[in-house]
Protein backbone atom coordinates (compact mmCIF):
# COMPACT_ATOMS: atom_id res chain seq x y z
CA UNK A 1 0.00 0.00 0.00
CA UNK A 2 1.58 3.61 -1.22
CA UNK A 3 1.82 6.10 1.46
CA UNK A 4 -1.38 8.77 0.06
CA UNK A 5 -3.70 5.55 0.58
CA UNK A 6 -2.69 4.57 3.87
CA UNK A 7 -2.95 8.60 5.28
CA UNK A 8 -6.60 8.32 3.51
CA UNK A 9 -7.78 5.32 4.92
CA UNK A 10 -6.25 6.77 8.37
CA UNK A 11 -7.89 10.18 7.56
CA UNK A 12 -11.18 7.97 6.79
CA UNK A 13 -10.67 6.19 9.92
CA UNK A 14 -10.46 9.08 12.46
CA UNK A 15 -13.50 11.21 10.71
CA UNK A 16 -15.31 7.42 10.77
CA UNK A 17 -14.70 6.68 14.51
CA UNK A 18 -15.61 9.89 15.65
CA UNK A 19 -18.70 10.52 13.78
CA UNK A 20 -20.33 7.51 14.95
CA UNK A 21 -19.23 8.16 18.28
CA UNK A 22 -20.95 11.29 19.15
CA UNK A 23 -23.76 9.95 20.85
CA UNK A 24 -20.87 8.02 23.14
CA UNK A 25 -19.19 11.73 24.01
CA UNK A 26 -22.53 13.30 25.18
CA UNK A 27 -23.65 10.15 27.14
CA UNK A 28 -19.91 10.61 28.78
CA UNK A 29 -20.49 14.12 29.03
CA UNK A 30 -23.74 13.90 31.04
CA UNK A 31 -22.76 11.27 33.11
CA UNK A 32 -19.47 12.63 34.11
CA UNK A 33 -21.67 15.98 35.18
CA UNK A 34 -22.71 13.55 37.85
CA UNK A 35 -19.52 12.34 39.34
CA UNK A 36 -16.71 13.51 41.72
CA UNK A 37 -13.90 15.14 40.20
CA UNK A 38 -11.18 12.53 41.18
CA UNK A 39 -13.49 9.95 39.56
CA UNK A 40 -13.98 12.31 36.43
CA UNK A 41 -10.55 12.07 36.46
CA UNK A 42 -9.41 8.81 36.36
CA UNK A 43 -12.48 8.15 33.46
CA UNK A 44 -10.85 10.58 31.33
CA UNK A 45 -7.23 9.13 31.84
CA UNK A 46 -7.45 5.67 32.33
CA UNK A 47 -10.94 5.38 30.73
CA UNK A 48 -8.77 6.67 27.42
CA UNK A 49 -5.97 4.36 27.61
CA UNK A 50 -8.91 1.59 28.21
CA UNK A 51 -10.79 2.89 25.15
CA UNK A 52 -7.92 3.32 23.02
CA UNK A 53 -5.15 -0.01 23.99
CA UNK A 54 -8.00 -2.76 24.99
CA UNK A 55 -11.09 -2.41 23.08
CA UNK A 56 -10.24 -0.38 19.71
CA UNK A 57 -6.24 -2.05 20.05
CA UNK A 58 -7.69 -5.68 20.87
CA UNK A 59 -10.74 -5.95 18.98
CA UNK A 60 -10.03 -5.30 15.47
CA UNK A 61 -6.84 -8.05 15.92
CA UNK A 62 -9.28 -10.62 17.70
CA UNK A 63 -11.72 -10.52 14.84
CA UNK A 64 -9.12 -11.11 12.08
CA UNK A 65 -7.65 -13.96 14.44
CA UNK A 66 -11.19 -15.77 14.86
CA UNK A 67 -12.00 -15.27 11.11
CA UNK A 68 -8.67 -16.30 10.00
CA UNK A 69 -7.65 -18.65 12.77
CA UNK A 70 -4.94 -20.65 11.14
CA UNK A 71 -2.35 -17.13 11.58
CA UNK A 72 -2.40 -17.59 15.02
CA UNK A 73 -2.42 -14.57 17.03
CA UNK A 74 0.58 -12.88 16.60
CA UNK A 75 0.28 -13.77 12.60
CA UNK A 76 -2.96 -12.06 12.87
CA UNK A 77 -1.44 -9.05 14.09
CA UNK A 78 1.57 -8.65 11.34
CA UNK A 79 -0.38 -10.92 8.47
CA UNK A 80 -0.83 -7.11 6.51
CA UNK A 81 2.66 -6.83 6.58
CA UNK A 82 3.60 -9.91 5.01
CA UNK A 83 4.44 -11.24 1.76
CA UNK A 84 4.20 -14.66 2.31
CA UNK A 85 1.27 -16.28 -0.36
CA UNK A 86 0.16 -18.87 2.21
CA UNK A 87 -0.17 -15.91 4.53
CA UNK A 88 -2.10 -13.70 1.68
CA UNK A 89 -4.18 -16.63 0.51
CA UNK A 90 -5.59 -17.18 4.11
CA UNK A 91 -6.89 -13.31 4.45
CA UNK A 92 -8.19 -13.18 0.95
CA UNK A 93 -10.08 -16.73 1.83
CA UNK A 94 -11.32 -15.70 5.05
CA UNK A 95 -11.92 -11.62 4.13
CA UNK A 96 -15.23 -12.51 2.44
CA UNK A 97 -17.11 -14.02 5.95
CA UNK A 98 -15.39 -11.30 7.84
CA UNK A 99 -16.77 -8.76 5.05
CA UNK A 100 -20.12 -9.51 5.06
CA UNK A 101 -20.96 -10.50 8.58
CA UNK A 102 -19.73 -6.39 9.59
CA UNK A 103 -21.70 -5.98 6.74
CA UNK A 104 -24.83 -7.26 8.02
CA UNK A 105 -24.24 -5.81 11.21
CA UNK A 106 -24.12 -2.30 9.99
CA UNK A 107 -26.83 -2.19 7.78
CA UNK A 108 -29.15 -3.49 10.54
CA UNK A 109 -27.93 -0.84 12.45
CA UNK A 110 -28.87 1.90 9.92
CA UNK A 111 -32.33 0.19 9.66
CA UNK A 112 -32.91 0.50 13.40
CA UNK A 113 -32.03 3.80 13.52
CA UNK A 114 -34.24 4.79 10.40
CA UNK A 115 -37.37 2.80 11.49
CA UNK A 116 -37.11 3.02 15.20
CA UNK A 117 -34.70 5.33 16.60
CA UNK A 118 -35.59 9.01 17.86
CA UNK A 119 -34.16 11.60 15.14
CA UNK A 120 -34.20 14.70 13.55
CA UNK A 121 -35.13 14.56 10.16
CA UNK A 122 -32.62 15.44 7.53
CA UNK A 123 -33.87 14.41 4.19
CA UNK A 124 -37.15 13.85 2.66
CA UNK A 125 -38.83 10.42 3.41
CA UNK A 126 -36.94 10.16 6.92
CA UNK A 127 -40.54 11.42 8.88
CA UNK A 128 -42.67 8.73 6.63
CA UNK A 129 -40.08 6.00 7.41
CA UNK A 130 -40.33 6.17 11.29
CA UNK A 131 -44.16 5.97 11.41
CA UNK A 132 -43.53 2.67 9.89
CA UNK A 133 -41.19 1.56 12.56
CA UNK A 134 -42.94 -2.26 12.89
CA UNK A 135 -41.44 -2.90 9.47
CA UNK A 136 -37.97 -2.61 10.51
CA UNK A 137 -37.86 -6.78 11.65
CA UNK A 138 -39.41 -7.59 8.54
CA UNK A 139 -36.82 -5.65 6.32
CA UNK A 140 -33.70 -6.92 8.62
CA UNK A 141 -35.54 -10.19 8.28
CA UNK A 142 -36.06 -10.58 4.44
CA UNK A 143 -32.69 -9.21 4.19
CA UNK A 144 -30.62 -11.78 6.26
CA UNK A 145 -32.61 -14.45 4.24
CA UNK A 146 -31.33 -12.85 1.31
CA UNK A 147 -28.25 -12.97 2.32
CA UNK A 148 -27.91 -16.05 3.50
CA UNK A 149 -29.57 -17.52 0.65
CA UNK A 150 -27.15 -15.67 -1.88
CA UNK A 151 -24.39 -16.77 0.29
CA UNK A 152 -24.67 -20.50 0.39
CA UNK A 153 -24.17 -20.28 -3.02
CA UNK A 154 -20.78 -18.86 -2.80
CA UNK A 155 -19.35 -20.14 0.41
CA UNK A 156 -21.50 -21.56 3.70
CA UNK A 157 -19.07 -20.16 6.19
CA UNK A 158 -20.33 -16.57 4.25
CA UNK A 159 -23.82 -17.54 4.86
CA UNK A 160 -22.75 -18.05 9.10
CA UNK A 161 -20.74 -14.75 8.65
CA UNK A 162 -24.53 -13.29 8.10
CA UNK A 163 -26.06 -14.43 10.85
CA UNK A 164 -23.29 -13.97 13.09
CA UNK A 165 -23.20 -9.94 12.19
CA UNK A 166 -27.15 -10.10 12.86
CA UNK A 167 -26.59 -11.90 15.66
CA UNK A 168 -23.60 -9.41 16.98
CA UNK A 169 -26.45 -6.62 16.30
CA UNK A 170 -28.92 -7.71 18.55
CA UNK A 171 -26.60 -8.78 20.81
CA UNK A 172 -25.44 -5.16 20.98
CA UNK A 173 -29.06 -3.69 20.90
CA UNK A 174 -29.71 -5.27 24.00
CA UNK A 175 -26.91 -4.08 25.83
CA UNK A 176 -27.18 -0.42 24.70
CA UNK A 177 -31.36 -0.56 26.04
CA UNK A 178 -30.15 -1.37 29.61
CA UNK A 179 -27.57 1.07 29.33
CA UNK A 180 -30.20 3.48 28.51
CA UNK A 181 -32.09 2.28 31.64
CA UNK A 182 -29.46 2.73 33.94
CA UNK A 183 -28.50 6.11 32.77
CA UNK A 184 -31.82 7.10 33.98
CA UNK A 185 -30.94 5.65 37.09
CA UNK A 186 -27.30 7.21 37.41
CA UNK A 187 -28.74 10.95 36.20
CA UNK A 188 -31.29 10.11 39.42
CA UNK A 189 -27.99 9.62 41.78
CA UNK A 190 -29.09 6.44 42.53
CA UNK A 191 -25.20 5.14 41.96
CA UNK A 192 -22.29 5.19 43.29
CA UNK A 193 -18.69 7.15 41.46
CA UNK A 194 -17.34 3.73 40.90
CA UNK A 195 -20.80 1.90 39.13
CA UNK A 196 -21.04 5.09 36.99
CA UNK A 197 -17.05 4.53 35.88
CA UNK A 198 -17.95 0.41 34.92
CA UNK A 199 -20.89 1.59 33.38
CA UNK A 200 -18.81 4.48 31.02
CA UNK A 201 -16.74 1.77 30.34
CA UNK A 202 -19.27 -0.87 28.91
CA UNK A 203 -21.33 2.08 26.88
CA UNK A 204 -17.83 2.78 25.45
CA UNK A 205 -16.86 -0.75 24.22
CA UNK A 206 -20.63 -1.12 23.05
CA UNK A 207 -20.18 1.82 20.85
CA UNK A 208 -16.71 1.09 19.96
CA UNK A 209 -17.81 -2.04 18.14
CA UNK A 210 -19.40 -0.01 15.23
CA UNK A 211 -16.45 1.75 14.43
CA UNK A 212 -14.27 -1.42 14.60
CA UNK A 213 -16.29 -3.44 12.20
CA UNK A 214 -17.25 -0.25 9.72
CA UNK A 215 -13.35 0.21 9.73
CA UNK A 216 -13.06 -3.01 7.93
CA UNK A 217 -14.44 -1.35 5.51
CA UNK A 218 -11.50 0.89 5.16
CA UNK A 219 -9.11 -1.73 5.42
CA UNK A 220 -8.36 -5.36 6.24
CA UNK A 221 -5.11 -3.88 7.97
CA UNK A 222 -5.45 -3.99 11.57
CA UNK A 223 -2.17 -1.56 12.46
CA UNK A 224 -3.81 1.12 10.07
CA UNK A 225 -7.21 0.56 12.04
CA UNK A 226 -5.88 0.58 15.49
CA UNK A 227 -4.33 4.21 14.99
CA UNK A 228 -7.24 5.57 13.20
CA UNK A 229 -9.29 4.49 15.74
CA UNK A 230 -7.36 5.21 18.20
CA UNK A 231 -6.68 8.66 17.75
CA UNK A 232 -10.75 9.02 17.01
CA UNK A 233 -11.39 7.75 20.13
CA UNK A 234 -8.94 10.55 21.52
CA UNK A 235 -11.15 12.82 19.50
CA UNK A 236 -14.49 11.86 21.20
CA UNK A 237 -12.37 12.29 25.04
CA UNK A 238 -11.66 15.64 24.01
CA UNK A 239 -15.54 16.33 22.79
CA UNK A 240 -16.70 15.11 25.85
CA UNK A 241 -14.45 17.39 27.93
CA UNK A 242 -14.85 20.73 25.50
CA UNK A 243 -17.32 21.15 23.37
CA UNK A 244 -20.30 19.02 23.57
CA UNK A 245 -22.77 21.97 24.01
CA UNK A 246 -21.42 22.65 20.77
CA UNK A 247 -21.76 19.58 19.20
CA UNK A 248 -25.25 19.64 19.87
CA UNK A 249 -25.81 22.35 17.66
CA UNK A 250 -25.10 20.40 14.69
CA UNK A 251 -27.98 18.64 14.99
CA UNK A 252 -27.18 16.14 11.22
CA UNK A 253 -24.33 14.99 12.13
CA UNK A 254 -25.77 11.59 13.67
CA UNK A 255 -28.07 11.59 10.29
CA UNK A 256 -24.15 11.52 8.72
CA UNK A 257 -23.03 8.48 10.40
CA UNK A 258 -25.97 6.77 10.09
CA UNK A 259 -25.65 7.11 6.14
CA UNK A 260 -22.13 6.39 6.01
CA UNK A 261 -23.01 3.50 8.21
CA UNK A 262 -25.45 2.33 5.72
CA UNK A 263 -22.97 2.50 2.62
CA UNK A 264 -20.27 1.21 4.23
CA UNK A 265 -22.33 -2.02 5.12
CA UNK A 266 -23.33 -1.98 1.48
CA UNK A 267 -19.61 -1.21 0.32
CA UNK A 268 -18.16 -4.68 2.79
CA UNK A 269 -20.86 -6.66 1.73
CA UNK A 270 -20.28 -6.05 -2.25
CA UNK A 271 -16.88 -6.85 -1.19
CA UNK A 272 -17.62 -9.71 0.41
CA UNK A 273 -19.30 -11.43 -3.27
CA UNK A 274 -16.35 -10.15 -5.18
CA UNK A 275 -17.03 -6.92 -5.83
CA UNK A 276 -14.13 -4.56 -6.76
CA UNK A 277 -13.85 -1.69 -4.31
CA UNK A 278 -10.69 0.51 -4.60
CA UNK A 279 -9.14 1.61 -1.59
CA UNK A 280 -10.13 5.32 -1.49
CA UNK A 281 -13.85 4.76 -2.24
CA UNK A 282 -14.66 3.89 1.61
CA UNK A 283 -12.67 6.85 2.53
CA UNK A 284 -14.10 9.53 0.07
CA UNK A 285 -17.82 8.14 0.89
CA UNK A 286 -17.50 9.13 4.35
CA UNK A 287 -16.08 12.59 3.67
CA UNK A 288 -18.86 13.11 1.34
CA UNK A 289 -21.49 12.01 3.58
CA UNK A 290 -20.34 13.62 7.15
CA UNK A 291 -19.45 16.59 4.82
CA UNK A 292 -23.07 17.11 3.20
CA UNK A 293 -24.88 17.02 6.60
CA UNK A 294 -22.08 18.79 8.93
CA UNK A 295 -22.71 21.72 5.82
CA UNK A 296 -26.83 21.23 6.25
CA UNK A 297 -26.03 21.44 10.34
CA UNK A 298 -24.23 24.28 9.77
CA UNK A 299 -26.71 26.04 7.76
CA UNK A 300 -29.42 25.05 10.58
CA UNK A 301 -27.39 26.97 12.76
CA UNK A 302 -26.71 30.08 10.97
CA UNK A 303 -30.18 30.61 10.77
CA UNK A 304 -31.09 29.58 13.87
CA UNK A 305 -28.78 31.72 15.30
CA UNK A 306 -29.45 34.32 12.37
CA UNK A 307 -33.19 34.51 13.37
Do not use: C
Amino acid sequence: MDPFSAILIIAGLILFETITSIDNAIINAEILSTMKEWARRWFLLWGLIIAVFLVRGVLPWLIVWMSTPTLGPWGALTATFSSDPLVVAAIEESAPVLLVGGGTFLIFLFFHWIFLEPKFYGLRGERYIATKGVWFFAVVSVLLSLLVWEALQVNPMMAFGAVVGSTAFFIVHGFRQNAEEQEKKMMGGDMSDISKIFYLEVIDATFSIDGVLGAFAFTLSVPLIIVGNGVGAFVVRELTVRNVENIRKYRYLKNGAMYSIFVLGIIMVLDSFGAHIPNWLSPLVTFGIVGFFFYKSMRYVALREGG
